[in-house]
C-alpha cells in the first residue's frame, strides 16, 4: 500500500508542477477562477431557492441534495482531519493564482488540509443529486461540477488526487441520497 501512495504523491507532484509552469489563455483564468467561487455554494444556493418553489418531488429533491451536501461536508472533514495533507500552494504557488495574495481568492482555502477536495465532493454531491432526478439538468449540473474540480488544481489549491477522492466521495454520497429518499 505504501508503493501505491508514494505513486498518487508522486504523479500529483508532476502534475501539480506542470500545472504551475502552464499560463493558460485569459478565458481560461476567469472561468477557472468563477467556478472555484461558485463551488464556493454561492450556485447551488440558488438551485436550492428554485427547488425550494417547487412542489412534491421538487421538495424531496431539494431534501436528497441538502442531505447528500452535509453528508458530503462530515465525511471529507473527518477525512481531512486523519490525512491532514498538506495543499499544492504551500509548497510552490501558481505564478498566475497566488491564493495568498489575490484579491479575488483572499478567502481561499478555507481550510488547511487539501485530501480530499470539499468543492469537488459539493459540487458532485449536489450536481448527481439533479442529474438522478432531472436528466435535462445532467449535462449542465456535471460540466459545472467537473469545471468547480478543475479549477481546484489549476488554482494549485488541491492535488488531482484531492479532487478525484472528493469528486468519487460526492457521487457515492449524492446517488446515495437521492435513491433514498427521491426514488
Known sequence: MNAVLAYVNASDDRISGRVRAWLPPRWIRWWMLWATRLGD???WLAVAFVLLDGAGRWRRVLAAAALAAGLANVVLVM???KFRRRRPCDF???PAFDVRTSYFLRF???DRFSFPSGHSANAFALATVLALTSPWMAT??????ASVAASRVVLG????SDVVAGSLLGVLVGATCCLAIVR
Open 41 to 43: 455554494g454561492w450556485l
Open 79 to 81: 477525512l481531512k482531519r
Open 92 to 94: 510552490a504557488p501558481h
Open 108 to 110: 481561499v482555502p478555507s
Open 140 to 145: 449542465p449540473a456535471l460540466a459545472l461540477a
Open 157 to 160: 489549491l488541491h492535488f488531482l
